[in-house]
């Protein structure tokens, strides 16, 4: 357990950062076999698939980001003075700013190809 020196020291508790990180990452997996049943109904193939299930990942990371992160970091009283922390910084609240937005792309494509693949099959069909 963490003192509370240490907290003022370093204000970032692992813990937290390791439950936020599980968080994402359970929300990418649903995301991503949602993006694979919506690429099978819709018949993509190849190139477009991919393309659909990038463009989708990333852009339910610009939606988490918007609701869940970038609020609490522009309050005043969120981080420290100086930190210079730049307009997506969310250093805060996961390990680094590549995990957050990139972490999910390569852990989620499993499920979206398995997911695109049986959804085609059932409506090629």
């Not at 049943?37 to 991919?50: D, K, N, Q, R, T």
């Amino acid at each position: 357990m963490l003192s509370e020196r240490d907290l003022q020291l370093s204000p970032l508790v692992p813990e937290s950062i390791q439950h936020n990180s599980r968080s994402l990452y359970n929300l990418q997996s649903l995301t991503a076999s949602l993006f694979g049943v919506a690429a099978g109904i819709l018949g993509l193939e190849s190139y477009s698939g991919f393309l659909f299930y990038l463009a989708f990942t990333l852009l339910t990371s610009v939606l988490f980001y918007a609701v869940r992160v970038a609020p609490s970091s522009a309050s005043p009283s969120s981080g420290k003075a100086g930190s210079g922390g730049g307009l997506l910084d969310t250093s805060r609240y996961f390990r680094t700013t590549l995990e957050f937005w990139t972490g999910g792309v390569l852990s989620g494509l499993a499920g979206y190809i398995l997911t695109w693949t049986l959804f085609f099959g059932i409506v090629r069909a």
